[in-house]
């Protein structure tokens, strides 16, 4: 584990890393469907609280083991058998989400026991993988150390946290200390000790397949509550049930075009700098297509007359994480470009009037399925704007890199 070249060429994610993402379609279809189900129960502040802290945990296990493995993957014996236990801390961990839920939802004692649990599997793996690059490449020996003593501080706060019984208040104040440790630790190793040999491309197709599985997991959410509709007799095929299935199979492939429209390998292989930008700002990107599904999940409630929230919190449900999504991708790109594109500004207002109607649409009572069809047309405007003119912006932005 000596490091990987950063410009290696043909550089792809391996199988193991694939088989490794599988594991997190469990964690993120978990967090998906007890969102919804909160929702859906009227918890709306208590199921959005829990959705955060779990998208979180979420991503950061996922973002810990895939920027290691750029650096220094040898997929040798030891490594892959680390990483299956790794894998097995991600099922740990998802099995401790509906849990963690409810008990945030009831407020008396937050329960993530079994969460942190899962998560000491992960790190026990984890800190195996940095013990063995410590060892075998001497001159990044800085970098390693800093990795080892902030995972393993911030695992024993977040062990200590799980056993207090806290409330859910205090607990959350609480962890400010340990999630400040967690990320603090990769900002520190790559800036003050020179860093780990990470590949550009390959961690931009790493993060590119990750939101293909939770783009996949508001398909497979969408294709499940949707079969429940149509084999309930009372409902059958009705226009609702195929204008939810629209609406979020458009969701989707709408979300994907605009992701990919991007060339995220070139921009960051030319910004390595703003890695951290990169790394950070995907977890709310990852977590807003989360909610989208869930979002989708809670019409289907509504459709079967088993939701509390009403056609426009219902809409709201879906319009909300779209309009995050949308935000941050431009957020990210302009960041990441150092520009404030007027035309892109214009495409955020047109993609927020199209939003903005659906919700206005719900108040004035049209049926929630004709209101989230318009909420599938929001992602059209970034794709129609790129098709006809947004290429060239692209290339100008990436000519001036």
């Not at 000491?120 to 410590?134: F, K, N």
Request: with cysteine; net charge negative; hydrophobic share 55%.
């Amino acid at each position: 584990m000596t490091g990987r070249d950063p410009h290696e060429e043909h550089r792809a994610a391996t199988p193991l890393e694939l088989l490794f993402d599988l594991t997190f379609v469990v964690a993120f279809g978990v967090s998906g469907n007890e969102l919804a189900h909160q929702l859906a129960e009227g918890h709306v502040w208590a199921g959005i609280v829990a959705f955060c802290f779990a998208s979180f945990a979420i991503c950061w296990a996922w973002i810990n083991y895939s920027w290691m493995a750029s650096a220094y993957d040898t997929d040798d014996w030891a490594f892959r058998l680390l990483t299956m236990v790794q894998m097995v801390g991600v099922i740990i961990m998802a099995l401790g989400l509906p849990e963690m839920f409810e008990s945030i939802h009831e407020g008396d004692r937050l329960h993530n026991e079994i969460l942190i649990a899962g998560y000491v599997v992960m790190r026990v793996a984890l800190c195996g993988q940095w013990l063995r690059a410590w060892r075998q490449d001497p001159g990044r020996r800085g970098v390693h150390r800093v990795y080892l003593t902030t995972i393993l501080t911030a695992q024993v706060l977040w062990c200590v946290l799980a056993v207090l019984p806290l409330d859910v208040p205090t607990a959350f104040a609480a962890m400010t200390v340990p999630l400040v440790v967690e990320l603090i630790g990769p900002f520190i190793a790559e800036r003050r000790f020179g860093g780990t040999p990470w590949h550009a491309h390959h961690i931009a197709e790493r993060y590119g397949l990750l939101v293909i599985i939770t783009l996949g997991e508001g398909v497979i959410g969408t294709v499940a509550v949707v079969s429940a509709i149509v084999h309930n007799p009372e409902i059958g095929w009705s226009l609702d049930a195929i204008l939810l299935l629209t609406a979020g199979i458009g969701l989707t492939f709408g979300q994907w075009w605009t992701y990919f429209t991007i060339p995220w390998a070139e921009v960051l292989h030319r910004r390595r700098d703003r890695s951290f930008l990169w790394g950070y700002g995907h977890i709310l990107l990852f977590a807003s297509i989360a909610a989208t599904g869930a979002g989708l999940h809670v019409a289907a409630y509504l459709l079967q007359d088993e939701s509390k929230l009403g056609e426009v919190g219902t809409v709201a449900s879906v319009t909300i994480p779209v309009a995050a999504y949308a935000l941050l991708l431009y957020v990210l790109y302009n960041s990441f470009m150092h520009v404030i594109d007027p035309f892109h500004i214009l495409l955020v207002v047109l993609t927020a009037v199209v939003l903005v109607a659906s919700v206005v649409l719900a108040v004035a009572g049209v049926p929630v399925s004709w209101c989230l069809i318009v909420v599938a047309l929001a992602p059209v405007v970034t794709i129609v704007g790129y098709e006809a003119l947004g290429h060239r912006h692209l290339a100008n932005h990436l000519e001036a890199l």
